[in-house]
């Protein structure tokens, strides 16, 4: 009677663990499976390296899976299986998680590339002018404003417009009283509180419209020799001055063209300073290179190209959320500076500074301190780009800050460059192991006052372009794409 409770006690065990077995074996294959989904999703791999990690991934499941499932005596085997599917669940749970914060991302930075402007009724805070609606019959002063967009304020209320020549006029003529109402866009409204001190504090906005551009390029690949899938070409990066949304339309602060060589490994880094005296391209007017941001990024691609001669098929828009964001992620990083100045409140000392985000933006936005003005400050960008780059390329920041880093940069990146194509770079990187090759060049110039299309008849300071830099700019960028 003993021996038959332990046999039944014995085989109610087997049958406790024998179940205990498949419901992990059902977990462990879940967990395979959607790793191998993500991955799949994800379309990193080159294809001798996706299937080795397919042949091994059905051998190295199908024998965990028997293993488990197998009555063994003992049950040594079932325990080491179980132990081994236990680290491969994790290693797996651990990579997937890796898939799914880039497909995230991917998802977030490749979604409908559009900008957006905001449009601003003001006042002065005196004014009796509270709402729109206190507007009616009233005269309103603009300065250079879409038709579309004054249609759209009439179709609120009964309104009148004036149009004003000069930017700096409109918010002077408010504040001193000589004009009751304006209408800016919000990148005119930052260039009024940047040039009237009093103006911010002095006004109030009674009324904001939302304007959405659409800013899609497209690329073509039979009439540009120079893409992606050709292995050269360019991408403009540009580093808007602007916080929160990626898509505010704003000036471009900081302006980079980057030249890309897959087969030799070499990326030239050439930056125009922002505030070049060149001609819009679609209004055929001379204004500073930062301004053409205010008309979208179509307008600053279309003028650099025009400048340098080159074709642009692929941008990257970044603002100042994106530095702060992405440095203080990174938990700073080690910036050379070839001089000792002060500025927004910090010191930085001739030599390598150690800097958290705050910092890097202020480093790299400073001109006023240097007797080269913008040319400085173009290198001073230049060196945050590469101690960005050295830093995420260090192998522990990877792999311990990976995700942070993409999170990081979640709704302050914009890019027209489609999955497929960032598909085609990684893939190419992981056949070639490779290092690569980083160059810098930039564009130089003589500071002077003249008069600007965003800004009217008034002088402003802007960056007279230094012909002979231009040239060389041209041909270094020629012999990267040419090679």
């Known amino acids: 009677m003993k021996d038959k409770e332990q046999i039944n006690f014995k085989s109610d065990n087997d049958r406790k663990i024998s179940i205990a077995l498949k419901i992990f074996s059902t977990i462990f294959l879940i967990i395979t499976i959607t790793f191998y989904a993500l991955i799949i999703k994800l379309d990193f791999l080159p294809s001798k390296h996706l299937i080795f990690l397919t042949i091994s991934e059905i051998i190295f499941t199908f024998s965990v899976l028997v293993g488990l499932n197998k009555t063994h005596r003992t049950y040594k085997i079932n325990i080491l299986c179980l132990v081994i599917a236990i680290i491969a669940s994790g290693a797996h749970m651990y990579m997937s998680n890796y898939a799914y914060a880039t497909n995230k991302f991917l998802e977030t930075v490749l979604q409908e590339n559009k900008e957006t402007e905001e449009y601003y009724l003001i006042v002065r805070k005196s004014s009796s002018y509270k709402k729109i609606e206190d507007l009616n019959k009233k005269n309103i002063v603009f ?36 004009k009751d ?17 009093e103006f911010k504090d002095n ?33 403009y990066i540009s580093g808007i001055d ?10 471009s602060d900081a302006n980079i063209v980057a030249t890309v060589n897959k087969k030799t490994h070499t990326v030239l880094l050439t930056s125009i300073p922002r505030d070049y005296y060149i001609t819009l391209h679609n209004k055929n007017a001379k204004d500073k290179l930062t301004h053409s941001g205010l008309y979208g990024i179509n307008e600053t691609l279309t003028t650099v190209e025009d400048l340098l001669d080159i ?11 994106t530095v702060i964001k992405l440095v203080n992620t990174l938990g700073g990083i ?7 100045f002060n500025t927004q409140g910090y010191n930085f000392k001739k030599g390598y500074n150690y800097l958290n985000g705050e910092e890097a933006l202020a480093f790299s936005r400073e001109r006023y301190s240097f007797v080269s003005g ?17 830093k995420v390329m260090n192998s522990t920041t990877i792999l311990t800050e990976y995700t942070d880093i993409l999170e990081s940069l979640e709704g302050s990146l914009q890019t027209n460059i489609e999955q497929k194509d960032i598909s ?29 299309y965003s800004m009217g008849q008034l002088k402003s300071y802007v960056m007279l372009p230094d012909e002979t830099s231009i040239v060389n700019a041209k041909e270094k960028i020629y012999s990267v794409l040419d090679e």
């Open 143 to 178: 300065f250079k404003i879409e038709e579309d967009i004054r249609k759209k304020i009439k179709d609120i209320i009964d309104i009148s417009f004036e149009e004003e020549n000069n930017l700096i006029n409109l918010g002077e003529k408010l504040i001193n009283q000589k």
């Open 181 to 197: 109402i304006i209408l800016v866009s919000s990148s005119q409204y930052n260039m009024l509180t940047e040039e009237i001190k």
């Open 203 to 235: 006004t109030n906005i009674i009324y904001k419209s939302n304007h959405e551009i659409k800013n899609t390029i497209e690329v073509n690949i039979e009439s540009s020799k120079h893409t992606i899938e050709t292995g050269k070409f360019n991408v």
């Open 242 to 251: 602007t916080s929160g949304s990626i898509s505010n339309v704003s000036r």
């Open 311 to 321: 074709d642009i098929n692929y941008y990257v828009r970044v603002n100042f959320t």
């Open 334 to 340: 080690n910036v050379y500076s070839n001089y000792d």
């Open 374 to 390: 913008d040319n400085q400050r173009v290198k001073n960008q230049q060196a945050v780009i590469e101690a960005i780059i050295r």
């Open 424 to 452: 085609n770079l990684v893939k190419y990187q992981l056949n070639n192991m490779s290092s690569w090759k980083i160059e810098n060049n930039a564009l130089t110039g003589i500071g002077s006052y003249q008069p600007t």
